[in-house]
């Protein structure tokens, strides 16, 4: 049996009330919103698994055979999710990757303490090839006192998050949280609509042995990116092995593989597109939960200059570089952005 496997059945449920009775003066407020989010992830597997009778059942844009419209599947997710948490009572606001601006919870529901960022639908460009993609939530406290969440509520360093998370839509569906007690997975067992604990405590491995990176956009890196690849691919000291390339495409897959496995993932800046000088991912909705989530697994994340969860936002839709998987080598990538410059 693999280490993680735990020797007992717990539910998600289970496990949130139990991390929950660790806080004397908890009130379950915080276990009952993420049951809510819970709910709107389950539907949005659901859907994934259908997805592939798209063609059959009616396209996005199209009616389908009740006269709805049918919702492309990142539109979907990002409505179930909306709909699962605008009226729980729990949130000041929300913000998605998929909106512009912040989230409001609607006027004729209470709003609670707490902040929800969130990619409804991670790697959506691989839909269509049948290859998994997946969901990254991130929950601060809000900062304001009361009345409908603010901007201020929103942009908090993610030093300050009290739980990240993902949903992994893959041969299974895998939920991977940490609400800075260490990191648990879950695999949902669709029989019976429940997940049941699968990777109790995960720890990143302590070297990579993987280095996942779009080296298809290598002509556009800065010499430290280059190099610093260029180094995985000689064999290792230690192992006497250069790392395998492994990418998927789907952060949260090329994450969740690294985290169990040990791979090192890496987005540099990217200088061909001059209007997203820092890279591809999202501060708020990719890095910053992922960060969370490797550093609660023994792991680390950087910009090649500073920790990721140390970054201040500016705007909701900030981007960063993302050196992300086990400690040493994203000390090792940092000493190459150190000696070969910048970002
Ligand atoms: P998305 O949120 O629009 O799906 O884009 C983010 C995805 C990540 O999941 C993945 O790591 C990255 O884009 C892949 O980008 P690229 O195709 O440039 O390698
Ligand atoms: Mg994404």
Redesign the pocket.
Known sequence: MPTHMPHKLVTLQRHMLEQQARFPFATGEFTSMLMDFVVAVKIISREINKAGLAEILGDAGEENIQGEQVMKLDQFAQDRIYKAMDHGGHLACMAS?EEEHLIPIPPQFPTGRYVLMF?P?????NIDANVSI?TIFAIHRRKTHSGPGTMEDALQVGNNLVCAGYVLYGPSTVLVYSTASGVAGFTLDPSIGEFCLSHEDIRMPERAKYYSA?E??TPYWGEADRKFIEHLKQPDKASGRPYSSR?I????S?FHRNLLSGGV?L?PP?RKDPKKPAG???LLY?AAPLAYIAEQAGGAATDGKQRILDIQPKGLHDRTPLCIGPKADVALYEKFVREFGGK
């Not at 495409?249 to 949260?252: F, I, K, P, S």
């Open positions: 990757e990619d639908l991670d790697g959506s460009s997946g779009n298809g956009n990418y495409g789907t952060l949260v090329d993932f987005y990217d591809k991912l999202r990719e």
